[in-house]
């Protein structure tokens, strides 16, 4: 559910008409409800009540400041996997006990950073980054919250490159090589090794690879228990799929009814890392028709968007509905709509049916509120796009358009060559 909608054939975000945003703000232009952020990490709340989880929101999913205030004002916890997404946790005022750090490359001065922050604890991802962090700790003379990252080798439905549970990805630790750990724990005096963590990818529709995971991870804690090993935290990650197309993913309800009963088993305290769920359809990309383009094959809409600003499509072949703002009875032709970006794979849809388009008509590309600007650059010197709030009949500037002066501002002529 979200609050893009058709009133009088013109697309609304909650009481404004996006089509006024367009010709006011520019494109190509975010724009995001605040409401359907709200609702969604609402739904997950009282979906999960029972058990009154710490749910931390994926920062790498939208990063926006006023995106993480929001969420974090609710009471929302951070998921953070770089020393920058730290600096932006600080900046939202997000209270160090609920802000959990993955990665499986964090640096010495990252783990440094977030050690001084006092954060809740790091997701570990290996042996010897286990011996950073116990390294570090014993410089700064800290004892630091540590969950071991568990690879639960589940094989997710969903794109190979966003699959992170199986043996053949790069996260986690295997079962055995964790055990092996956890037994020898004291051998890390500077760490309080204090919980396990899953994560088994992201934009997944079915709920039994997660109960394979989970069902796993509590036969794993059985386990420990008979060693004596005593945790505080289980976190079983994010990666909840969302409605792009025609997919049909478990509501929150739905999850949590189905995984609750394996969580309470645990008896541990459960933390949630979504990312997508909350955001994915709470944003749309707006973009404007520069030109019309027939050949003796293809139709192609060229549009001033492109894969900079939503790398979606050209990265994983991914669908995103593409709507036009304003509806008017017209005859339906397949097209292909495309950027301006010098690359074949700068593309939004292939072989799409659409209704007949003219130059400077606005489309929104739909289900653009997760890893669309987080994931924009400024490739082909393209300035990275404006992004807009939306509050009932309100709207914000929540990141100003950047301009060429921006593109260049960190760039350095040496001496020699002037």
């Known amino acids: 559910m979200h609050e893009f909608r058709y ?16 010709r006011k703000f520019g494109t190509p232009l975010y724009v995001y409800s605040y409401k359907t952020i709200l609702d969604h990490f ?25 995106i993480l205030r929001l969420l974090v004002k609710e009471g929302a916890g951070l998921d953070i996997v770089s020393g920058g997404e730290l600096y932006r946790a600080i900046k939202v005022s997000c209270p160090s006990e609920r802000i959990v750090y ?22 570990v991802e290996s042996l010897s980054e286990l011996e950073s962090v116990n390294r570090i700790s014993k410089k700064l003379n800290r004892i630091t919250n540590v ?41 890390f ?5 204090c919980g396990l963590h899953i994560h088994i990818g992201s934009q997944i529709t079915e709920i039994t690879p997660y109960i394979s995971a989970i069902a796993k991870i509590v036969n794993f804690i059985r386990k420990l228990k008979k060693e004596r090993v005593s945790l505080e935290y289980l976190n079983i990650g994010g ?52 030109y019309i383009k027939s050949t003796s094959k293809k139709k192609f809409i060229i549009v001033d968007s492109g894969m900079n600003d939503l790398i979606r499509p050209a990265l994983y ?37 659409m209704p007949k388009l003219k130059q400077n008509d606005f489309l929104a590309i739909m289900s653009a509120g997760a890893y669309a600007f987080s994931m924009s650059s400024n490739y082909n010197s393209r300035p990275r796009a404006l992004e807009l709030l939306v509050k009932g009949d309100k709207v914000y500037i929540i990141r100003e358009r950047e301009n060429y002066n921006d593109l260049i501002d960190r760039e350095v002529i040496p001496d020699f060559l002037k």
Do not use: M, W
């Open 42 to 66: 609402l739904k997950l709340k009282v979906a999960f009540r029972e058990i009154n989880p710490l749910i931390c929101y994926s920062v790498k999913a939208n990063s926006n400041l006023a």
């Open 102 to 123: 993955a990665s499986v490359g964090k640096t010495d001065k990252e783990i440094e950073d977030a050690i001084r922050r006092r954060i809740l604890f790091f997701n």
């Open 239 to 290: 990666g909840l799929g969302i409605v792009y197309d025609k997919e049909t993913p478990q509501t929150a309800q739905e999850f949590a009814e189905r995984v609750l009963p394996l969580l309470k088993k645990t008896e541990l305290k459960i933390i949630l890392e979504p990312g997508r769920f909350i955001v994915g359809n709470a944003g749309i990309l707006i973009t404007q028709v520069l």
């Open 147 to 187: 969950a071991i990252r568990i690879n639960p080798a589940v094989e997710p439905k969903t794109h190979r490159f966003i699959t992170t549970g199986s043996l053949s990805n790069k996260f986690g630790i295997d079962f055995q090589s964790a055990f092996k750990i956890l037994k020898l724990r004291k051998r």
């Open 7 to 22: 009133k009088r054939n013109y697309l609304y975000c909650e009481d404004l008409k996006v089509i006024d945003l367009a």
């Open 317 to 353: 072949g991914a669908y995103h509905k593409i709507l036009p703002l304003h509806i008017t009875p017209t005859a339906v032709q397949k097209v292909d709509v495309v950027g301006p970006i010098c690359e074949s794979a700068d593309f939004f849809a292939k072989d799409r049916s």
């Open 189 to 193: 005096k500077y760490l309080n090794l």
